[in-house]
């Protein structure tokens, strides 16, 4: 990766393995994050165009490429909130 942090719309990281979704028709495509595509050597590898990308695969099971600032972090994986709770 360049350094360079990918970001969703409401200026949260993006990083894999975060649980992101957007609305798209009516509907929503939901899941965790499996690849960000930076890079147009990557993009071509990957089947997707105009980087950066989200890829994911969506409840249905349909792998979806998202640009980044269409997507929101809904939740990121347990490894990244510890740090976040205060003891019990």
Do not use: C, W
Request: glycine share 10%; no cysteine; charged share 35%.
């Amino acid at each position: 990766m360049t350094g360079r942090q990918i970001h969703d719309k409401t200026s949260e990281p993006i990083k894999d393995g975060y649980h992101v979704y957007t609305k798209i028709r009516g509907g929503r495509h939901e899941g965790d994050v499996e690849k960000i595509v930076t890079s147009t050597s990557e993009a071509e590898k990957e089947g997707v165009k105009n980087p950066p990308k989200v890829l994911f695969t969506d409840q249905e099971g349909k792998d979806v490429a998202h640009n980044p600032q269409t997507l929101e972090v809904k939740e990121q994986p347990e490894e990244y909130n510890s740090s976040d709770q205060v003891g019990a």
